[in-house]
């Protein structure tokens, strides 16, 4: 029952130096990108749609049609642009890829872009994290140099000039339309669609934007063909991914699976729940994925099983906590989130988070009546569905989900007058030092 | 975004500018410009710039953007406004962010940032007096599997405690030279946004491929046996 782990993109992940070209290449580097040159752009754009590979940003688009949206032969400049504003709470896997194999999206951006027809790719970063891209900024120079990035991609006469753009903290600007405009030096906000961005994107041009992790896939899908990638995973999510565990379990990390490996098989590879506890409650992707409790660790963790349960695969982020953990406590600072993230663009959105938090913090405060989650039920309803984008849908997303399954808990906080847990129980050193150690919560 | 009450915060009076630094800027500014097909794609990386070279974005600085990009100073303050990133007043020579998202709080960031506030006499968004640290709470760093996390200047500092936190700036502020734990050695707040204005700095070879969170997959795979198939034939491992 433990997991097939099947590391691809991590392979290098334990090599000495992985971050350079040289052991790159050691590893099948730029394999992948040599046989796509020998085919058309369409006929890379088939073998991606023929793999399965669908987008690891969270919403699981299928890559391939993605690409084939772009029009080819209109005269008009394309782009691609790299969503590697890993922000999401609890995700963690794109980070970590850049440190470590960021050859490997060079490699895809390489690919990608020959594919789409696009002479400038930009990799969007988010800014907080000084290593990774200093390590993507040097994988594209040492790619320049190399000859894999310039006026003539190894002597196919392709064209391609990449650009690493450091964000400057904003979450809303992982959002695919917020970041062209933030990559466009506006305020990071969400555009109309349509025109979608395929259609008018980057400056009003046709442009593919995708997940770090989807590009990064590319290269093996070149190396290995299609049927070697679809041959992984289930039966409509194709493919190897990265599981990121955290919270309270054993050993949390970054669990290389083919789509469809349940939470029970990956726990059962990182030593379970943490030792002496119980799952309480998990995110199958990140915050904006509703919560799901021990009754779905058999669930195949690919996109159409987690959402049958009601939840969302998302981005593949397992935040595990045990029975220590306060679920409201847990809520309400994801809606903190929401609220200090909302763009303020659309009305249900920015007023729903700001009342969210103040429900939660009565609550969390002993101040809360049984009426507060009807309210946070109805403010739920009216910014599901309302709001401009899929930021607003995800702050519902753990409000909704947590009712549903600990509307007790709520009642406790109500009844009890506060919270009823020791935040000191469940932090990581709760076994090391007296509480009095661990300085207040504020 | 991060709010209307940060748009309510006046941005803080700086030394002028002198001529040589406006030249620097200028000459900065046109190499960051070149390598975006249109200009105003480059305000980004210039604010980085701004607060390289002034510690955080000054007036005069965002007049600057302002001028070179051809846009007015309301729309470039607009900007500024909207990002966590870009400050208004000056920040310390170390920018200490605590993880105060939900995995981290729960696993004891909260203890943490409560316990720098004590132990720094500052609260959120606040400098020490020496002009050492300021202390921010920052949202998820995407470093959850090893919470609790702890930045400084935006290099990682993976699963601290209240006692490793304290260690920390005090060494900081007592001007040790400190390595992230999965990351480069320590630069200055200044020094970090040069690199984010895209100056490569040079180090990106400093520290390891990955810390031990990140490295779990594949050495458990690893026990387990698992064999890259190529459709040629076999790959790898
Ligand atoms: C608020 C918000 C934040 C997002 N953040 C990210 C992100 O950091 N990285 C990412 O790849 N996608 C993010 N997305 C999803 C993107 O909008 C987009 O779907 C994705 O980048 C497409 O790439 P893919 O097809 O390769 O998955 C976010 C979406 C929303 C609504
Ligand atoms: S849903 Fe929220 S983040 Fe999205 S546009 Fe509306 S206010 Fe902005
Ligand atoms: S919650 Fe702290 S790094 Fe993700």
Not at chain 1, 23 to 33: F, R, S, W
Not at chain 1, 102 to 115: D, N, Q
Not at chain 2, 94 to 112: E, S
Request: glycine letters at 10%.
């Amino acid at each position: 029952m433990t997991a097939q782990l099947s590391p691809v993109l991590t392979r290098l992940y334990g090599v000495d130096r992985s971050w350079t070209r040289e052991v790159y290449e050691a590893h099948q580097g730029y394999v992948g990108l040599r046989a796509a040159l020998r085919h058309t752009p369409e006929e890379v754009i088939q073998l991606v749609k023929d793999s399965g590979l669908r987008g690891r940003g969270g919403a699981g688009f299928p890559t391939g049609m993605k690409w084939g949206f772009i029009p080819q032969g209109d005269g008009a400049p394309h782009y691609l642009v790299v969503n590697a504003d890993e922000s999401e709470p609890g995700t963690c896997k794109d980070i970590p890829l850049m440190m470590a194999n960021p050859h490997e999206l060079v490699e895809g951006v390489i690919i990608t872009a020959y594919a789409i027809r696009a002479n400038h790719a930009f990799i969007y970063v988010r800014g907080e994290v000084a290593h990774v891209y200093r390590r993507v900024l040097s994988a594209v120079n040492e790619a320049y140099r190399a000859g894999y990035v310039g006026p003539d991609v190894l002597g196919s006469g392709f064209e391609l000039q990449i650009t690493v753009h450091a964000g400057a903290g904003a979450y809303i600007c992982g959002e695919e339309t917020a970041l062209l405009d933030s990559l466009e030096g506006r305020r990071g906000q969400p555009r109309l669609r349509p025109p979608f961005p395929a259609v008018a994107g980057l400056y009003g041009s046709p442009t593919v934007i995708n997940n770090v992790e989807s590009i990064a896939s590319v290269p093996s899908i070149m190396r290995n063909g299609p049927a070697w990638f679809s041959a992984m995973g289930t039966e409509k999510s194709k493919g190897m991914t990265i599981y990121s565990l955290s919270g309270h379990v054993t050993r949390p990390g970054q669990y290389e699976a083919p789509l469809g490996v349940t939470l029970r098989e990956l726990l059962e590879v990182a030593g379970g729940v943490r030792e002496g506890h119980e799952l309480k409650f998990w995110t199958p992707g990140g915050s904006s994925t509703p919560i799901l409790t021990a009754e779905h660790l058999d669930v195949p963790l690919d996109y159409e099983a987690v959402g049958a349960v009601g939840s969302m695969l998302g981005t593949k982020a397992l935040q595990i906590f045990d029975e220590t953990t306060c679920v409201v406590r847990a809520v309400a600072r994801w809606s903190e989130f929401y609220a200090h993230e909302s763009c303020g663009k659309c009305t249900p959105c920015r007023e729903g988070t700001y009342w969210y938090v103040q429900i939660f913090e009565r609550l969390e405060n002993g101040e809360g009546s049984e009426d507060d989650l009807d309210k946070l039920l109805d403010l739920s309803d009216n910014i599901f569905g309302r709001a401009f984008c899929a930021l607003g849908d995800g702050a519902t997303s753990p409000v909704t989900s947590s009712i549903h399954y600990f509307r007790d808990e709520f009642i406790a906080h109500v009844r009890g007058g506060g919270c009823p847990f020791d935040p000191a129980a469940s932090t990581v050193f709760a076994m090391a030092g007296s509480s009095s150690e661990l300085g207040a919560n504020p | 975004m991060s709010g209307t009450s940060r748009d309510a915060q006046p941005t803080a009076p700086a030394e002028p500018m002198s001529a040589a630094l406006r030249d620097k800027l200028v000459a900065d500014a046109a190499t960051i410009m070149a390598r975006y097909p249109r200009k105003r794609s480059a305000l980004l990386p210039m604010l980085h710039l701004v607060q390289a070279e002034q510690g955080f974005v000054t007036a005069e600085g965002i007049a600057l953007c302002a001028e070179l990009l051809e846009l007015s100073t309301a729309e470039v303050s607009a900007v500024v406004t909207f990002y966590t990133m870009y400050k208004r007043r000056p920040v310390g020579r170390y920018h200490v962010g605590v993880c105060t998202n939900t995995l981290c709080a729960v696993m004891g960031g909260d203890a943490i940032f409560g316990r720098l506030c004590e132990h720094l006499g500052i609260g959120n968004d606040e400098t020490t007096d020496d002009g050492a640290i300021t202390l921010e709470r920052v949202e998820c760093n995407a470093a959850c599997d090893y919470a609790p996390v702890l930045m400084v200047n935006w290099e990682f500092f993976d699963n601290q405690t209240p006692a490793s936190a304290t260690d920390l700036v005090d060494r900081l502020r007592a001007g040790a030279q400190v390595t992230a734990t999965r990351g480069a050695r320590v630069a200055s707040f200044t020094e970090i946004e040069r690199l984010l204005a895209g100056f490569d700095d040079g180090r990106a070879d400093e520290g390891p491929s990955a810390g031990p969170a990140t490295l779990r997959g594949v050495e458990a795979a690893s026990k387990t046996g698992w064999r890259l198939e190529t459709s040629s034939g076999e790959e790898s491992r």
